[in-house]
């Protein structure tokens, strides 16, 4: 059974910084493409960051520049360095993993940003 499991969230005034972690297990040693999405209160989950199986990265154009994914294959687990943070970047943030044939889910993990 593929369980993604997030941490690291938390609360942070804007312009601080946050690390997320999501630890893959019960999934084959392959690498798979992972990515981390996020959803607003009152909004549609969206993509934030995107990771292949050989590294390459992807970032939405509101995140560009401040977050920075990174995975390390040894422990199965990837990672969002969130810098520079904001009030807009409030949001549940979820982790997601694709192998050939489905798509897997963290539970989310809650990000906070406030003054």
């Known amino acids: 059974q593929v369980q993604l499991v997030e941490s690291g969230g938390g609360s942070v005034q804007p312009g601080g910084s946050l690390r997320l972690s999501c630890a893959a297990s019960g999934v084959s040693k392959s690498i798979w493409p992972m990515a981390w999405y996020r959803q607003a209160i009152g909004k549609q989950r969206e993509l934030v960051a995107v990771i292949t199986s050989v590294g390459s990265t992807n970032y939405a154009d509101s995140v560009k520049g401040r977050f920075s994914m990174s995975r390390d294959n040894a422990k199965m687990t990837v990672y969002l360095q969130m810098n520079s943070l904001k009030p807009e970047d409030t949001a549940v943030y979820y982790c997601?993993?694709?192998?050939?044939?489905?798509?897997?889910w963290g539970q989310g993990t809650q990000v906070t940003v406030s003054s």
């Open positions: 997601q993993l694709k192998t050939a044939t489905s798509v897997f």
